[in-house]
């Protein structure tokens, strides 16, 4: 596939600010529950425009996916996995709280997302001047993580008291966060084993920048099955589905609105990776992650969340941001 460092680059800044800012519309949505968001943000960004952007931008799409069944499937079980990390995500805030729970879980999908597709493709790129830097950049994106998610929990007034905490459910909490890490970085997982349809694509006739397409619509579509399971669940068990009848127009459009604009943002990075050469899964991952936390930190100071936050979180949120793009800069030379 073709590369061109510049182009990549921004793609993949565009698909970070995209994944940082989608959830802003649903602010909107004051008589709606985080289930009735999801649950139409699920149809918009993981079921209606990946399938009409592949069936538009891909030539001969069902005759790509015959010949490559053996890919299909595995891409299709990547974005299985990733649907259910998408769900112990949210669990695993519930179980630990932020400040615990997203140091381990972002940590986990920053790395592992990152990391793995260079063992994949080739483990001795990892001791190459490239893979040092790559690995470095990392590093410390992980201590801004770390750093971000700590300011953020003492800027959340409804953070949960700690000591209150049984061991059990600690236990729980720490499985189900590594768990979710792990499954987090599964629709990169998906990108990368995707590539030889997007090799076949390209010789049916797909252009470069829209091949990547094809990964998507099979892998966010296993990824919506998940999410709107359990939406439907949540729907059902809290009486919420009745929502969807007391609010207007409004909630809807906002809803589908974050769905496409984070559906956006996987576009962007697939173009955006390519584009980035060999280690293109691994650069694009990490930088598309980081930046998506940078932006989101960013416009939730914009919108006032940090009006009435302390000075010490301020501080450590600034801190974590310097920090933050000093490892987007790491990685953004190599």
């Not at 310097?322 to 790491?330: D, H, P």
């Amino acid at each position: 596939m073709e590369t061109n460092n510049a182009a990549g680059m921004l793609l993949v800044i565009i698909a970070g600010s995209f994944s940082g800012t989608f959830a802003i519309p649903f602010k909107f949505n004051t008589k709606w529950q985080w289930e009735n968001n999801w649950a139409v943000w699920s149809v918009f960004a993981l079921l209606i425009t990946p399938w009409i952007v592949s069936l538009v931008t891909v030539p001969k799409l069902f005759e790509i996916y015959s010949e490559s069944i053996d890919n299909v499937l595995l891409v299709a079980l990547f974005g299985t996995i990733w649907g259910i990390g998408a769900i112990l995500f949210g669990r695993g805030i519930h179980y630990l709280g932020v400040s615990l729970s997203l140091p381990i879980m972002l940590g986990l999908i920053n790395s592992v997302g990152t990391i793995m597709p260079i063992v994949y493709k080739n483990p001795a790129d990892l001791f190459t001047q490239q893979g040092v830097q790559i690995l470095l950049g990392v590093a410390i994106l992980l201590v801004g993580i770390v750093i971000v998610s700590i300011a953020g929990s003492k800027n959340d007034s409804e953070n949960e008291d700690e000591t209150g905490r049984t061991k059990k459910a600690f236990t729980i909490g720490l499985i189900v966060c590594i768990l979710a890490g792990i499954f987090g970085p599964m629709v990169n997982f998906a990108f990368v084993f995707g590539e030889p349809m997007q090799l076949k694509a390209i010789e049916l006739g797909t252009s470069t920048t829209f091949a990547s397409n094809t990964v998507w619509s099979i892998a966010l579509t296993c990824g919506f099955v998940t999410n709107f399971g359990y939406c439907i669940y949540l729907l059902k068990k809290n009486g919420t589905d009745k929502q969807f009848n007391n609010a207007g127009i409004k909630h809807w459009i906002f809803a589908a609105l974050s769905g496409l604009i984070w559906y956006g943002s996987v576009m962007f990075y697939g173009v955006g990776s390519n584009k980035l050469g060999e280690m293109g899964a691994s650069v694009g991952w990490v930088l598309m992650q980081s930046l998506a936390i940078i932006a989101g930190n960013v416009s939730g100071i914009l919108a006032g969340e940090w009006k009435n936050a302390n000075h010490r979180a301020m501080r450590l949120m600034t801190a974590g941001m310097v920090v933050l793009v000093l490892g987007v800069l790491i990685i953004a030379y190599v």
